[in-house]
């Protein structure tokens, strides 16, 4: 079993900043990648953010070069750091991590989501 506890949410004005925590716990042997998705109000939800066990990292067009994710690798925490924020970014956001337990089995965990709204 792998937790997810996540961080960080909130309100903020258009072009404020918020940062996103999320750290693992639990049987863990080795994580594959940790990732953020977020969901709106009537829409899918979608992926955000990633980040590779390697450091390689990947972005949603919609977020790119106003998001930044990144990891502790000792802790099992991943962040995601949100600067310019828009209102289209309110959304509820979720963690989500893959990888394998100290029994060798996968895993593919999410977090309990937490809100982020952008309005003045």
């Known amino acids: 079993q792998v937790q997810l506890v996540e961080s960080g949410g909130g309100l903020v004005q258009p072009g404020g900043s918020l940062r996103l925590s999320c750290a693992a716990s639990?049987?863990?042997?080795?994580?594959?990648?940790m990732n953020w998705y977020r969901q709106a109000p009537g829409k899918q939800r979608e992926l955000v953010a990633a980040?590779?066990?390697?450091?390689?990292?990947n972005y949603a067009d919609s977020v790119k070069g106003r998001f930044t994710v990144s990891r502790d690798g000792n802790r099992n925490t991943v962040y995601l750091q949100m600067n310019s924020l828009k209102p289209e970014d309110t959304a509820v956001y979720y963690c989500?991590?893959?990888?394998?337990?100290?029994?060798?089995?996968?895993?593919?965990?999410w977090g309990q989501g937490t809100q982020v709204t952008v309005s003045s």
């Open positions: 989500n991590v893959v990888g394998r337990s100290r029994v060798y089995r996968p895993f593919d965990s």
């Open positions: 980040i590779t066990d390697g450091g390689s990292t």
């Open positions: 639990g049987s863990i042997r080795t994580i594959n990648a």
